[in-house]
Each structure stands twice: as structure tokens, then as C-alpha cells.
């Protein structure tokens, strides 16, 4: 396909949007529970919804089917999609205008926990039918436990080398967006083969999205400042190299926080930043790989699209500098 005909694929998913917003606010929006039915209005009904809300439509269409069969699918997942964001931003507490800055850790908690059961509640209101309903619920609850242990390692400090900072990014970012994509591809046909090409890819964007996420913390961000250990840190921990030993002498003091510059310096001098750019590319192929036989051309376009957004700005990142 062209990249006209991309574009206007992408387009006619984005019209569907205001359905979702709409379904959300029929469907969504507690009475019991007014400060969370206004947050979830803020944040999902009086503006625009974020790129996320594509990805059950495009996923129902590369199967085949109509988008329109998952928009309360793509309600679902933004509802979750939200609490999953509010419970990171509490436990992290890294990101300055988090519900819980607003609110309170303990309120925060319990919105991120009201969601999760919101969304299910929403689930069971959907016009769908017995089976297709009982296959989303299995789904949901499969990735969100498998989400829950891989928050559980980040917070325990499981992630110590490569190997570990996989097995926790799979189980996190991978399995949120391996739902997003399944539960779509789940309104859209029965063909298991065609549910778990876009499941698989699901997971591959995740991992995408996480990779960029901490290529951008480290130079473009404040992770060094804060002592976050992501794949860039780990990456010059666990290979062979010249300033290995002094890095690891750093993170042994715990004075990553207050070397930030020279942990960048030395990144650098190993060219970290190709190689996140590298790992990234090999799991854009294999994304985009799991979808050649899924027959909606449409959808497959706009995943595609989906994944190439990303990279639109690779070279740029390769020589940003920090911020200040």
C-alpha cells in the first residue's frame, strides 16, 4: 500500500473515535463514584483520545472484520489503559502531574483499582455475544495478572541484567499493548491463527514503546537523575568494555543519581544509543512479520503505520542531547 492509502486508513479509524468516547460516556461513567467518573471524563471524553484507542479497531479490521464490532472493546482497553497508567505513576512517583500529586496515594489506589473493575463492568454491559464476551474476560485477566508480575519485579528490583530487564518488560508494556491488539482481533473473527498474529504483534509494539520510552528517559529525560536502571544503564553494566568497572562502581554507591553526565558520557563512548535502535528494529520486523497473512488490508496498513510513526524520529534520537 501507498503511504496515501496508509494515511487514509488511519484516517477512517480516527473517525470512529468519538463513538468510543461516546460509549464511554454512556457506559463508563459512575454515579456512585463522582470524582472518578470526572477524572475518566477528563481524561477520555473532553479531549481527544490518544493513538492507543487505533489499535483494537485497526487489530478487528486486519482480521477481517468490521472496526466498528470493537468499539466497546477499545472502551475496555482504555479504561484500563488508564488505571494501568494511574497505578505506574503511584508507585514510580516520577511523573510530575500524576493522579496521585493530585489527589493522594491512597485515592489513586483506589481509582486504579476502580477501573480495573470498571472495566470489566463495562465488559459485561457490552452487545456482545456469550462466547466472544467470555473469550475478552479470559484475555483480560490472563494479561493483566501477567502485567501485575512484571510490575512485580520492576518493584523489587528483579531487573539486574539483560535477561532480567526482558523477562520484566515482556510481562509489562508487551503484555498491555498483546491485550489491546487481542481483544480487538477478538471482535473481529474466530480464526485463532489470525487472533494470535495480532496478539503476537501487540506484544512486539509493547516492547517497541518501552525501548523508546527508556532511550528517551535516559538522554531526553531525567531517569539518570531519578536512579532509574533501564536497558541503556544495563546495556553498559553487561558487556565488556573499556569504563565497565567504573560504571558498576557507580551503581554499587548508588551515585548514578549524582553522575548522571558522565553515565551519558560513557554511554555514549559505547554507542548505546544504536544499539536501542538496533534491538527496536529487529522487534519492528518482528511486529510487522506476525501480520503478512492477516487478510484486512486496512487494518494491516494502519498497524503498520502504527509502527513506522515510531521510528519517524530514530536519527534525531541518535544525537540528542540532554536535557537541562
Not at 6 to 32: H, T, W
Not at 135 to 156: C, F, H, K, P, Y
Not at 186 to 207: E, K, N, P, S, V
Not at 269 to 281: K, P
Amino acid at each position: 500500500m501507498s503511504e496515501a492509502t496508509d494515511l487514509a486508513a488511519l484516517a477512517s479509524f480516527r473517525q470512529l473515535l468519538p463513538f468510543i468516547q461516546q460509549y464511554l460516556e454512556q457506559q463508563a461513567l459512575p454515579a456512585a463514584y463522582p470524582g472518578l467518573a470526572s477524572w475518566i471524563r477528563r481524561f477520555l471524553i473532553d479531549k481527544p483520545l490518544g493513538p492507543t484507542a487505533v489499535l483494537p479497531l485497526a487489530s478487528c479490521a486486519a482480521v477481517g472484520g468490521d472496526p466498528r464490532q470493537a468499539i466497546a472493546a477499545s472502551a475496555v482497553c482504555e479504561l484500563l489503559h488508564l488505571g494501568v497508567r494511574a497505578l505506574d505513576d503511584l508507585q514510580d512517583q516520577d511523573a510530575p502531574r500524576g493522579l496521585w500529586t493530585e489527589i493522594g496515594p491512597a485515592r489513586a489506589f483506589n481509582y486504579s483499582a476502580s477501573l480495573y473493575v470498571l472495566a470489566h463492568y463495562v465488559l459485561t454491559h457490552a452487545n456482545f455475544p456469550a462466547r466472544l464476551r467470555q473469550n475478552i474476560q479470559r484475555a483480560m485477566s490472563e494479561e493483566v495478572m501477567q502485567l501485575a508480575a512484571g510490575q512485580e519485579r520492576d518493584l523489587t528490583h528483579q531487573t539486574e541484567t539483560i535477561e532480567d530487564y526482558w523477562q520484566t518488560i515482556a510481562a509489562k508494556n508487551g503484555r498491555l499493548f498483546s491485550l489491546v491488539c487481542w481483544l480487538g482481533a477478538l471482535c473481529g473473527t474466530g480464526q485463532q491463527r489470525y487472533i494470535d498474529a495480532c496478539r503476537q504483534y501487540g506484544f512486539h509494539l509493547g516492547i517497541i514503546l518501552q525501548l523508546f520510552d527508556d532511550f528517551e528517559g535516559t538522554w531526553a529525560a531525567n531517569d539518570l537523575e531519578m536512579g532509574r536502571i533501564t536497558l541503556p544503564v544495563l546495556y553498559g553494566l553487561n558487556i565488556d568494555h573499556p569504563r565497565r568497572d567504573e560504571l558498576q562502581a557507580l551503581k554499587q554507591a548508588g551515585q548514578i543519581h549524582t553522575n548522571a553526565d558522565l553515565v551519558r558520557t560513557i554511554l555514549d563512548q559505547i554507542e548505546t544509543r544504536s544499539f536501542i535502535i538496533w534491538v527496536a528494529l529487529q522487534e519492528r520486523d518482528r511486529a510487522l512479520a506476525k501480520l503478512q497473512d492477516c487478510p484486512g488490508a486496512a487494518g494491516v496498513a494502519t498497524l503498520t503505520s502504527y509502527v513506522d510513526v515510531i521510528f519517524a524520529d530514530a536519527e534525531q534520537l541518535l544525537t540528542t542531547k540532554p536535557s537541562a
